[in-house]
């Protein structure tokens, strides 16, 4: 009677243990990919002895996964401590680009709430300074697609982008509110990995495309200019410097809207960022490099954390071209607001 017993508990185990083996393997293919807990218990199960319970085979499966996480999660931040912050961010941005929920940045994203511009430009509205107020909203919104991965070989990632930067005289209830100045600035660009160092900077990326800057405006507000460009992106430990020169593709005399717009823009600009934990301060110059007549533009930012993926944010320009209509007029702008992307 106890070898009967013992045959037909032997029996049911063995037939639990078949389902259970059945029943992954139906599993496995139904599907391209399963975890690695349900790998180590279809493995468990297949070498497990009689008598072992399917409960331990999964407690000791669940601790391994636990285990093998763990490494994984040391190991990611052993690799971040090494890898440089544009690895990392080129890296997040690959892991996401083919997400059809996720719009990858390009430049700064960004709502300034208090904008105060101590020196009004005016000249080409048909109104007075008096009638624009200092205190306006500034935002940005800015994004990129990727194209096409490794055009020439192993190198060389094709991108569209596009910026959009808004002046909004949202405080200004006597004229209803305007929008004062909208800039469009789409632009195309390639991508490159690099591996040059000089004086121990490193530069790992090289940006070279054409960029379209507008407003949108029809005559005599209307501003706009086409450029070449190529940017080359240095960093040292947390520091990182952008240098971007430029060139202007001529247009025909009654098409160009401001012709002597490198005379206040120049023909290049100089970035750089440090960064200090969630802390990025960043620097923007810009310059003619003419001395008798000499135009350029500084802007200093400083983004401090808030509150989750939100970031304070406070700015500073100084100079010409914070806008297209503003090109030749000298601003002088404090800005505070929140960040919801970065550079780095």
Known sequence: MRESAVSIWGWGYSMTLCGAICGLSFA??????????????????????????????????????????????????????????????????????????????????????ASYNASPNSRPYAVTDEDFSNTEIKFQLSFKVPVVDDLFGDNGDLYVAYTHLAFWQAYNQKFSSPFRETNYEPEVFLLFDNDWELFGWKNPKIRLGMVHQSNGRSEPLSRSWNRLFAQFIFEKDNLFLGVKPWYRIPESEENDNNPDILDYMGYGELQGIYKNGEHSYSFMLRNNLNWDENRGAIQLDWIFPLHRRFHGYLQYFNGYGESMVDYNASSNRLSFGVALTDWL
Request: with cysteine; charged share 30%; hydrophobic share 35%.
């Open 28 to 113: 496995v293919s139904a599907a391209d990919s399963f975890s690695e807990r349900e790998r180590c218990l279809l493995d468990a199960l297949a070498k497990a002895e009689g008598s072992t319970p399917v409960a331990r085979l999964r407690e000791q499966c669940l601790l391994q996964s636990q285990s093998s996480q763990m490494v994984e999660t040391v190991q990611l931040i052993l690799r971040q401590d090494d890898e440089s912050l544009i690895a990392q961010r080129v890296e997040d941005e690959h892991r996401t680009q083919d997400d059809p929920f996720v719009i990858t940045p390009h430049k700064r994203n960004y709502v300034m709430f």
